[in-house]
């Protein structure tokens, strides 16, 4: 639901809902649903990952971390993630399984 407003939305689903009682065929209605934006810190140089590699995520504002470390916008973060949870990361180019908090 990204893209366009609840309003027009509305129609298309009960133009489906119309369409799934008139006629014999049955029209599945999926929606996708923009998930929370958690935003980076400036990275000071870039950060090279190979598959296997670990990152370290933390909400400490402006803490002294290593070059695999990297700042987020979000406090409560540490709160929201379990170990096993998948982390998309630039809109899904990148993906980190959480290993522990």
Known sequence: MSHGDHASHLAVIRRIRTLNKDTDHTI???LD????EVR?????RGIELKAGDTLT???RQEAQYDERC??????G?????QPGD???VDGGMMTFKVEKK
């Open 33 to 36: 649903t923009k998930g929370p």
């Open 40 to 44: 980076s810190g400036d990275v000071k």
């Open 28 to 30: 599945a209605i999926l």
């Open 57 to 59: 995520f933390t909400t």
């Open 86 to 88: 998948i982390i998309l």
């Open 77 to 81: 973060f540490v709160r929201s993630v």
């Open 70 to 75: 990297v700042e987020v916008s979000y406090d």
